[in-house]
Structure formats: C-alpha cells, structure tokens
Nanobody, 124 residues
Framework: QVQPVESGGGLVQAGGSLRLSCAAS????????WGWFRQAPGKGREFVAA????????RYADSVKGRFTLSRDNAKNTVYLQMNSLKPEDTAVYYC?????????????????WGQGTQVTVSS
C-alpha cells in the first residue's frame, strides 16, 4: 500500500506562495487518484483539490480556484499543490490522500491513505 508523505508547509505573508509536495512512498503515484484536504482549528476537514488516477482531470474547491494548482510528476512519483495569492483564511493543516478509485472525488472518506499533514500559516 502507498504511504503519502507531505512536505513544504510553513509561514508566509498574505499574497505569498508555497508549494506542497506529496511523495508516494511504497507505490507508484499513477496507481491512485490524489486529493488535498485542509483542516483549520475548530473546523472540519475541507476539500481543496483532486486529480484523477489517469492524471487528466483535476477539480478544485471554489475557495482556491484560480489560486491553487495541483499537478503530478510521474518521474518523481510526487504530487504537488502550488498555492499562490495566499490568504489568512488558507491557514490550516494540509493533508494529502490517495485512493485506488480511478475517478477523482472530493469526499474525504473515499480516500484510503493519508499523510501526516503539514502546517500552512498565512499572516496578514
């Protein structure tokens, strides 16, 4: 089974950028559909973006559309979330998740494998 391993979080000022990475440890990244979720203090887990197993379809939450870009590098066995024009409300722990389901989904319980999370803090 795959183990997602996130990296790239940190502290950034509003308007800045960060790139999160999610390495697919133990399996090939193309075997799974991938999603990014986030959870702010006191709130539930929120869908951010997802990519299909084939890699030809992506979907974004309305709150990040036009600012975040999800991509996959098969050679590096890694999924990326490029986050631009960051806002304080983007502050959360970001999680990478994988599912063997071929279609992309924004429903968190349909993902079987989760990373440990990485903190993103956006200061105003």
């Amino acid at each position: 089974q795959v183990q997602p391993v996130e990296s790239g979080g940190g502290l950034v000022q509003a308007g800045g950028s960060l790139r999160l990475s999610c390495a697919a440890s133990g399996r090939t990244v193309t075997m799974y559909a991938w999603g990014w979720f986030r959870q702010a203090p006191g709130k539930g887990r929120e869908f951010v973006a997802a990519i299909s197993r084939s890699g030809d379809s992506t979907r974004y939450a309305d709150s990040v559309k036009g600012r975040f870009t999800l991509s996959r590098d098969n050679a590096k066995n890694t999924v990326y979330l490029q986050m631009n024009s960051l806002k304080p409300e983007d502050t959360a722990v970001y999680y990478c998740a994988a599912t063997p389901t071929p279609i992309l989904t924004r429903i968190h319980y349909q993902y079987d494998y989760w990373g440990q999370g990485t903190q993103v803090t956006v200061s105003s």
